[in-house]
């Protein structure tokens, strides 16, 4: 979201700029990220390149991060909370935001993705197990309402977390979903809801989470279902072939 627009568009998949070290497992990435021909073609999607993270929006992942570490054992970059690559992490790349190219103002509805390989698929497995566990939802919260105010959303946030039923994919647990409600500031002045829909995978040493955000109502879910089939699809065969 740019400077300005009346609503921001947090996404932990966009807050970090895409960085890589391994040019194989980078490749690997970015073909699982989410294309704008796996969303529905009922509307016409625009896109929008992953951003730069300000200092105060790495400040608050490192304190997510320190928060999940009580919750669990975790990577130094779960599902791209940091995006930290170096050591036990090998690629974190995130996807464009493909937005409806009808509300150019909002860019919502929304969706996007980010993957993150690790050296070892029990990392991956760990993260997931860490991000299911209910304490990881205050960690989450704080992190979302802290970079929704930094990026235009205004004074006064409030935020709730809850989980919901996942398709099921992948390895581990076969995924976790997270709905993020978001009231106050300038929401408060729309008189609606910021939804965001946050799934997470892994695949082998592959993490992949999808994020799904509308505004008044959830992201259609068949639409985020059929998504997220895709996606894990190209998961399961990029990392077979690794």
């Known amino acids: 979201m ?18 890589v070290r391994s040019s194989s497992v980078g490749a690997e990435a970015k073909a699982i990220n989410l294309k704008v021909t796996d969303l529905s073609s009922s509307l016409h999607w625009a896109t929008s390149a992953p951003g730069h ?12 991060l320190a928060c999940l570490k009580k919750v669990g054992s975790v990577s130094p970059d779960p599902f791209g909370t940091t995006g930290a690559v170096g050591g036990v992490v090998a690629a974190d790349l995130s996807s464009p935001s493909f937005y409806d190219k009808a509300f150019t103002l909002t860019q919502l509805p929304s969706a996007s993705s980010e993957v993150v390989f690790l050296t070892k698929a029990s990392g991956a497995t760990a993260d997931l197990a ?42 581990g647990a076969g ?31 592959a993490e992949v989470s999808l994020s799904f955000i509308n505004l008044g109502s959830p992201f259609n879910s068949s639409w985020a279902t059929a ?16």
């Open 53 to 64: 993270s300000s200092k105060a929006e790495a400040a608050l992942a490192v304190k997510a």
């Open 2 to 19: 740019t400077a300005g627009s009346l609503v921001a568009l947090p996404s932990f998949g966009n807050l970090v700029l895409p960085s």
């Open 175 to 205: 995924g976790a979903h997270i709905q993020f409600v978001v009231s106050g500031g300038n929401f408060a002045l729309l008189k609606m809801k910021l939804y965001d829909n946050e799934y997470f995978y892994a695949q082998g040493p």
């Open 130 to 171: 860490t991000i299911g566990r209910s304490g990881s939802l205050g960690c989450l919260t704080a992190q979302f309402i802290g970079d929704s105010a930094l990026q235009g959303a205004g004074k006064g946030l409030k935020g709730t977390a809850s989980y919901l039923p996942a398709p099921r994919h992948g390895t």
């Open 227 to 242: 998504a997220i089939s895709k996606v894990m699809a190209r998961a399961a065969s990029e990392v077979a072939k690794a």
